[in-house]
């Protein structure tokens, strides 16, 4: 993983046989809204939602998924209170610390996108950590997207590009999609088959902006601690029945 927040080079993506998505992103969404449901602080919540991603991981794993991305925590998530911003956080150093070996048992390859420079030195370090332990694994590729905004990911493209035409190394007229593309931090991954959000709320919230372009979407109204792998199977299933055109007639 490099400064930018790039991570391991990721696999091509689109849908493989039998309709299965290349590349599945997820916005789990619920787990404040789960905890206050049962009295709980919403930490609670938080923990709960670890549960899925395991379940959902080793799904996507099994039925040949090569991508899973999923939304962890946001640029916007930082204005909630440092109390909850922290349990987040030692959550992630947590679920690295307790999952990393079964990760590598499984073939499941790490990654993040985002600006990893505001995260916690531990949480970064930690996450360093398990991307070098996974990375020369073939399996699926799990991306963790971390402070990250699709808005601030457009804007950290332009400037790059910004800089090279104002150093005299790119002509305006050379900057096209491709190139454009090239600067993302999800630079190295493909565009998104299938988004997953669940507990409801039926809009992207800034998520993957360039790479959701001609992605399906799928919205259930499940809260993210109670969403299993019959509903990701659902899900799979749903997008197998839709005819992708891309444009054409």
């Known amino acids: 993983m490099d400064a930018a927040g790039r991570g391991v080079a990721g696999a091509p993506g689109g849908a493989r046989a039998g309709g299965v998505p290349g590349h599945v992103a997820v916005i789990m969404d619920g ?3 789960w905890a206050e449901a049962r009295g709980l602080p919403r930490s609670e919540g938080h923990k709960a939602g670890a549960e899925p991603v395991r379940t959902i991981l080793k799904c996507a794993n ?35 610390d307790a999952e990393t070996a079964e990760l590598l048992r499984s073939g499941v390859r790490l990654r993040a996108v985002g600006d990893l420079t505001r995260l916690p030195q531990a949480s970064l370090a930690a996450l360093e ?5 996974l990375s020369g ?38 900057v096209d999609e491709g190139l454009f593309a090239s600067e993302l931090w999800t630079a190295d991954l493909p565009d998104v088959d299938l988004l ?3 507990a409801g709320d039926q809009r992207i919230s800034n998520f993957l902006l360039w790479k959701l372009a001609y992605a399906e979407l799928y919205f ?11 509903d990701f199977l659902k899900a799979l299933e749903d997008f197998r029945s839709r005819k992708r055109r891309f444009g054409r007639a």
């Open 31 to 33: 787990n404040g809204r």
């Open 62 to 96: 099994r039925v040949g998924v090569r991508h899973l991305t999923l939304y962890t925590f946001s640029s916007e998530n930082w204005q909630r209170s440092p109390e909850e911003i922290g349990s987040l956080f030692s959550l992630l150093v947590r679920y690295l």
């Open 129 to 133: 950590d398990a991307v070098r332990a």
């Open 137 to 174: 694994n073939t399996g699926v590729t799990l991306t963790l997207a971390l402070s990250y905004g699709a808005r601030d990911e457009l804007v950290h493209a332009a400037r790059n590009l910004a800089a090279r035409v104002a150093g005299g190394s790119l002509a305006p007229g050379d």
């Open 196 to 198: 997953i959000r669940t």
């Open 220 to 230: 259930t109204d499940i809260l993210w601690p109670d969403f299993g792998e019959e």
